[in-house]
């Protein structure tokens, strides 16, 4: 286990890193977005990339605090289910009680790399392009539902 000051510089030059990789990158709109904070556009749900000693993946939450709300947003999130894995060129793993680092129980949409090491800067390439990818399929699907996950709870 790494310093804490280590594994913050460590953290730093990943994401500085992947940030530049993908400044090219536009979104599937046609608009530059950025990859990090991915805008949503729904209260509540979050594109998040996980990137450390344990894992390597792409979560989309979603933490609605009236559970009401979140099971019909989850269930909504279902109804499309077929259309979001068909954009998605891997597996992708549905959890609709996960519970988070906080203790939290969200929804969360994942998808994973295996095999890759955050601690061996070797593999950051291919973190990299895993991101690129998968981000920008979900981008595509995204781009085109997601007025209706919007209005859903407006």
């Given at each position: 286990m790494l310093p804490k000051e280590e594994r913050k510089a460590w953290n730093e030059a990943f994401w500085a890193g992947f940030k530049a990789h993908m400044r090219a990158c536009l979104s599937s709109?046609?608009?530059?977005?950025?990859?990090?904070?991915?805008?949503?556009?729904?209260?509540?749900t979050y594109l998040r990339l996980v990137c450390d000693g344990k894992?390597?993946?792409?979560?989309?939450?979603?933490?609605?605090?009236d559970p009401g709300i979140q099971a019909i947003f989850w269930e909504q999130l279902t109804e499309l289910k077929v259309v979001l894995q068909s954009n998605m060129s891997i597996p992708t793993f549905w959890e609709p009680q996960y519970v988070n680092n906080e203790g939290q129980t969200i929804g969360r949409i994942f998808w994973c790399?295996?095999?890759?090491?955050?601690?061996?800067?070797?593999?950051?390439p291919q973190i990299y392009a895993f991101f690129k990818k998968h981000l920008r399929e979900f981008d595509v699907f995204y781009q085109e539902f997601n007025e209706i996950l919007i209005t859903l709870v407006d």
């Open positions: 709109s046609g608009k530059r977005v950025n990859w990090l904070n991915y805008p949503t556009q729904v209260k509540n894992q390597v993946a792409i979560c989309y939450d979603i933490q609605f605090k790399l295996e095999g890759a090491n955050f601690y061996n800067q070797q593999n950051w």
